[in-house]
């Protein structure tokens, strides 16, 4: 009797142990591939990306490609961005442990939790309250107690909580949000997707001495920053 049950434990425990260790290997691979030999070598950003697992943060019906090379359908016409973006525009914020982070885009809470690893406090506002609620539940479930999300249109960043010592903005604009600018502590860095509805320019801020000097990073797709109404900004 008791072979019988051990059996059927091992019948249970096997394919579960099986699953979670394919997906190690799939986010060990990720990183190695298309994360380090595209040239990020912030081994904490590195870290992060290893750590986080963002099998969680995918729709189950695209969790068997959470690992791919490219953007997924969240819902609501939304997406989790790219592995290799998600990592190139942390490693532009340069971030140290402690700071406090603003996002613009929760979305499904991905960057979030990553930002999360590697920082005090993430404070993160989504306009789609649906994808704010699910966003929140995934990242209880993971016990990710610092990341505060609230629901409103980013455009007008997050008030209460500035200055940031850095801004990511997960949708785009046509322009910089000049809320944005504002709440940017001094010293601060922020990247954002600015241009088109299509194709925009990342854009990497620095604020020195009250003044925001600006660099293009590299061309993006991003989903448009909406308004309340839902019109673009
Ligand atoms: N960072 C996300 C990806 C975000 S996709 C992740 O890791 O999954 C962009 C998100 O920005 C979408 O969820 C969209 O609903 C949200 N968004 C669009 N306009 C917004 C606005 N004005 N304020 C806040 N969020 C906005």
Redesign the pocket.
């Known amino acids: 009797m008791a072979q019988i049950f051990t059996l059927i434990w091992l019948m249970v425990l096997i394919p579960v142990a099986v699953v979670s260790q394919d997906y190690d290997a799939e986010r060990s691979s990720m990183v190695d591939q298309q994360i380090l030999n595209r040239g990020i070598r912030n081994t904490r950003v590195l870290d992060a990306m290893r750590s986080v697992e963002r099998h969680h943060?995918v729709p189950e019906q695209y969790r068997h490609m959470a690992y791919s090379d490219r953007?997924l359908p969240?819902g609501?016409?939304?997406?989790?961005?790219q592995p290799y973006i998600?990592a190139l525009m942390t490693d532009y914020l340069n971030l140290k442990e402690g700071e406090k982070v603003l996002?613009?885009?929760?979305?499904?809470?991905?960057?979030?939790?990553?930002l999360a690893e590697l920082v005090g406090q993430v404070y993160?506002?989504?306009?789609?309250e649906e994808?704010a609620h699910r966003?929140r539940k995934t990242l209880d479930e993971l016990d990710y107690d610092n990341v505060h999300i609230r629901i409103?249109?980013?455009?007008k960043g997050w008030k209460e909580h500035a200055p940031y010592d850095a801004i990511?903005v997960?949708?785009s604009?046509s322009d910089i949000p000049p809320p944005l600018k504002d709440q940017l502590a001094e010293g601060g860095r922020m990247v954002i997707p600015v241009g088109g509805p299509v194709f925009q320019k990342l854009l990497l801020l620095r604020k020195k001495e009250g003044k925001v000097k600006q660099t293009d990073v590299t061309s993006v797709r991003?989903?448009?920053?909406?308004?309340?109404e839902g019109d673009r900004?």
């Open positions: 943060f953007p969240i609501h016409q939304q997406t989790i961005s998600v996002e613009i885009g929760t979305g499904s809470g991905y960057q979030a939790a990553v993160s506002v989504e306009i789609v994808l966003a409103g249109d980013g455009y990511i997960t949708a604009p991003f989903v448009p920053m909406i308004d309340e900004h």
